[in-house]
């Protein structure tokens, strides 16, 4: 079965960047679009951006266009969130997801906090 194991959320203050990482195993990565969502806490979850199998295409939430950049390493089987400029209501748990044999697959999801 397929895992996804985020990491680098924490607590930054407003301005500030972090860069998240998602890495992926069981599973033929470099074929595979990637996505990352986000769930502030009492709303639903959101695509926050997505990228292309070969990293050539990408596509994000206008609420973070400009500011966040996702990009993958096929070679590492990991897929990046830089996100630049955070905003309070940035604050969320951010998840990385794939769809694989028509199952959409998450991970546990890494905390962000964005606070002064």
């Known amino acids: 079965q397929v895992q996804l194991v985020e990491s680098g959320g924490g607590l930054v203050q407003p301005g500030g960047s972090l860069r998240l990482s998602c890495a992926a195993s069981?599973?033929?990565?470099?074929?595979?679009?990637m996505g990352w969502y986000r769930q502030a806490p009492g709303k639903q979850r959101e695509l926050v951006a997505t990228?292309?199998?070969?990293?050539?295409?990408?596509n994000y939430a206008d609420s973070v266009k400009g500011r966040f950049t996702i990009s993958r390493d096929n070679a590492k089987n990991t897929v990046y969130l830089q996100m630049n400029s955070l905003k309070p209501e940035d604050t969320a748990v951010y998840y990385c997801?794939?769809?694989?044999?028509?199952?959409?697959?998450w991970g546990k999801g890494t905390l962000v906090t964005v606070s002064s």
């Open positions: 069981r599973i033929i990565f470099s074929i595979y679009a």
């Open positions: 997801s794939v769809a694989e044999g028509g199952t959409n697959y």
């Open positions: 990228i292309s199998s070969s990293g050539g295409a990408t």
